[in-house]
């Protein structure tokens, strides 16, 4: 009777060692499917933070190259105040008008920028300038536009 006891006993033991390893070998597979979920979930969560950060890489480069273009462009010894007026607000609206399309290349909105410039031909035609800085601002302007056209190739 003692032999059968024992004899029980082990086999008792090992059915729940071996159900034991059945069972941890299942936690365990659970476990790793779940990380292996979460992985690729965080690695899409990456993947999409990387290409966000590319396009606003791109954008800033765009910008830059605009703003830096535009630095390059002196503005203009005027005779008079008026015609450092048109030209600052030039500056200003064009200034503007990039800031808005920020990330394009100026190829991209050419029909804006040729409308500001026939507006501000029309200002310039409807001011009583003086004829040296109505070259002048001529020249600033057309500079300027070159110049935001040529930034970014």
Known sequence: MKKLFYLLFAGLAIASAC?????????????????????????????????????????????????HAMSKIAMPDFQKANARSLAEDFHKYLSKLVNTNSGKKANEYMDKLNDLKKEYDKKVAAEKLDPVDKKKLEKYITDMLSAVENANP
Do not use: L, Y
């Open 19 to 67: 159900q034991n390893t059945q069972q941890k070998d299942e936690k365990a597979a659970k476990e790793k499917a779940n990380e292996a979920a979460n992985a690729a979930d965080a690695s899409v969560a990456q993947q999409a933070a990387s290409d966000s950060n590319a396009v606003n890489a791109v954008v800033a480069a765009i910008q830059s190259n605009i703003d």
